[in-house]
């Protein structure tokens, strides 16, 4: 049984660059959630996304956006980058609505120069 | 407001030994709460959970306490060993049960 899977597992970018990180979910799983984690931090909560929608999104501007897939995968872009969007980009699954427990990918390492 | 945090950032124990993370949060209409473990490079793997109508609950050497009057988690770690070392978050979901809500995490680390 396949976990969640994420793609690149690193990427550098320059600056007002564009990047687009990619998740697929764990089998049986229909929700998928992105996490901006910063070094030494916990993980911070950007937006899910159920049923193809973004159901609910965090402190985030608007330069982060998403998309869920009919067969549940998902992408996080991130336009414009600024030197302070280098973070771990952690993707997480769950199934359904409501208070299920999200399981996390390894992340996508960004670093922004 | 919604948070979480740990009372101590970094715990180190010898190998055999029990291993106790603390952890409190706010808001006390907070219905589930996760632990995760999350080693270097890696992203957080589930380690137990938690709902409000349970007190403890109990998996392979770990024991999760919930105390609801004072607003605190523990996660116990028992018999530890090198390969528990890690960062431990606790973990709870906001008003709207979407998203997770992490505190800044504990650092265990276990010497042999």
């Known amino acids: 049984d396949a976990g969640v899977t994420q793609s690149p597992t690193h990427l550098i970018k320059t600056r007002g660059q564009q990047v687009t990180l990619r998740c697929s979910p764990k089998?049986?799983?229909?929700?998928v959630s992105w996490y901006q984690q910063a070094l030494g931090q916990g993980p911070q909560f950007i937006f899910q996304?159920?049923?193809?929608?973004?159901?609910q999104r965090g402190n985030f501007p608007d330069r982060f956006s998403g998309h869920q897939f009919p067969n549940y995968s998902s992408e996080l872009n991130v336009n414009a980058l600024l030197l302070g969007d280098s973070a771990l980009y952690l993707c997480?699954?769950?199934?359904?609505?409501?208070?299920?427990?999200?399981?996390f990918g390894p992340g996508t390492r960004l670093l922004v120069l | 407001g919604e948070n979480v945090g740990l009372h101590l950032p970094t715990l180190s124990v010898q190998e055999g030994d029990n291993s106790i993370i603390n952890c409190a949060y706010s808001?006390?209409?907070?219905?589930?709460f996760i632990w995760y473990k999350q080693e270097s490079g890696k992203g957080p793997q589930f380690i137990i959970d938690?709902?409000?109508?349970?007190d403890k609950r109990q998996g392979q050497r770990v024991t999760v306490l919930l105390n609801k009057t004072v607003k605190h988690l523990s996660l116990q770690i028992a018999a530890t060993q090198p390969g528990d070392s890690a960062v431990y978050f606790c973990?709870?979901?906001?008003?709207?049960?979407?998203?997770?809500?992490f505190g800044k995490g504990t650092t265990l680390s276990v010497s042999s």
């Open positions: 938690i709902r409000s109508n349970m």
């Open positions: 997480a699954s769950s199934r359904g609505q409501g208070m299920e427990t999200q399981y």
């Open positions: 808001n006390s209409a907070s219905d589930y």
């Open positions: 089998s049986g799983h229909d929700t």
């Open positions: 996304y159920y049923e193809e929608e973004e159901r």
């Open positions: 973990a709870e979901f906001n008003q709207a049960g979407t998203a997770l809500i």
